[in-house]
C-alpha cells in the first residue's frame, strides 16, 4: 500500500474474479484477463517444464526481492512494468471509502498472503513469526468476514505461525486447503481437508526435496524448505558467486522431474507440480465453498506481498480500519 499498492480488490460482479477495481474511479471498472489475474496471484517467473535456461534463472534470481521501502514517499525503481502494475493497483488505504462503498450489500472475503505480508521478511524462514498485534487484528478481520491464508507455505506450518482457528488455510500455493477447524459463522458442515489437488505428488515432492538437500548441501546458505506440495530452495543467504552453481544443482535435479516445474519468489526458487492449480484457483474454490460461486453478493480483497516487499504497518492499518468501519456499519444498522 502507499505507493506499493498492494491491496487489491477483486471484483466478481461480472468477470468472476477477473476484475480489479481501477485506481479513480469504482464505476469504470477495468477488465482483466485470467491471464493478468494469474499475474497478481503468482510470483512472476516461471520455466518450460523441465527445460529452463540457468541464465534466465539467474536473471531473475538477481530481479528478485526488492529491498524494503520505509518511506512513504520513496518511489519505487520505475520500470515500464512497475509503473504500469501501480496504475492499475492503487492504494488500498488511499482508496478505503470506495472499497468499502463498493461492498455495500456485499459480503467481505479476505484473502491474506503470509510472508512479507501478515510477517516480516527474515533470513530463517523458521523465524518468520507473525507479531503479536497483526495476530489480534486477523482475529477481529475473521470475526466480521470469512478469512483465508493463501500461501507458499506448507499449511502446518503457515498455522503455527498463525495460530487462528476461525481461518481458511489454503497453504503450498494453493494446493491443500483446510476449513476453520472452530466454530465459524461462516463455515459450512465438516470442515476438515477441503481440498489437496496434488495429492498424487507427495511422493515425488518428498524424493525432490531428499535430493535437492543432497545437491545443495555444499553451497553454503541454501535452505531447503519442504512445504509438503512444493519445495523452496531459499537462496537469501546464499553468496551472489554461488547462484550460478546453485541454479545448477536445482536444473540438474528437476531435469529427471518434468512433471515439476519452477517458480520464483523472493529469493527463493519454487519447484511445484505442473498441475493447472495456483493460489488464484484456490481462491475460487474458496469462494465457492462459501456459497459465492458466480455470486454478485460478494467483494473478494487479497492482500499479498508478490510484486514489492509489504509494509505489514500498512497491512495492519488496512484491516484495522476495515474492521472498525464494519463494526460502525452494525451498530449503525441496530439503531437503525
Ligand atoms: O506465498 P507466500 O506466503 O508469500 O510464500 C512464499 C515463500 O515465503 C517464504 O519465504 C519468504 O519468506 C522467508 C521468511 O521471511 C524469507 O526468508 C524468504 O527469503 C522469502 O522468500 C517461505 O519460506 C517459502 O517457502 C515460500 O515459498
Redesign the pocket.
Known sequence: MTNQQNVVVLDVISHGVGKVLPPSSLTVAKSFSPQDLKMLLMKKFETEKGGAKVNAWLDSMRAS?PTRIRSTTVSLPETDDRSSWIVHHPSALSMFEQIVAASRGKQIVMFL????TL???????DR?FMPKEMRATVRDVARYFPTAIV???CRDKVYSFVKLAGLYYAGS?GMDIKGPSKSCKYKKGNQGVLFQAASEFLPMIEEVYRALVEKTKSIAGTRV?N?KFCV?V?F?CVDEKSWVALAEQVRSVLSEYPKLKLTQ????L?IRPTIKWDKGRALEFLLEALGYADSNDVLPVYIG?DRSDEDAFKVKEFLRRLVDWKKFTQRELRCA
Not at 113 to 116: H, P
Not at 119 to 125: A, L, N, T
Not at 265 to 268: D, S, Y
Open positions: 526481492s498472503d503470509y510472508d512479507g510477517s516480516p521478511i527474515v533470513e530463517d524462514p518468520a500461501t507458499g507455505r500455493h524448505e512445504n523452496s531459499h537469501r519468489g523472493r529469493k527463493v519454487e506481498d
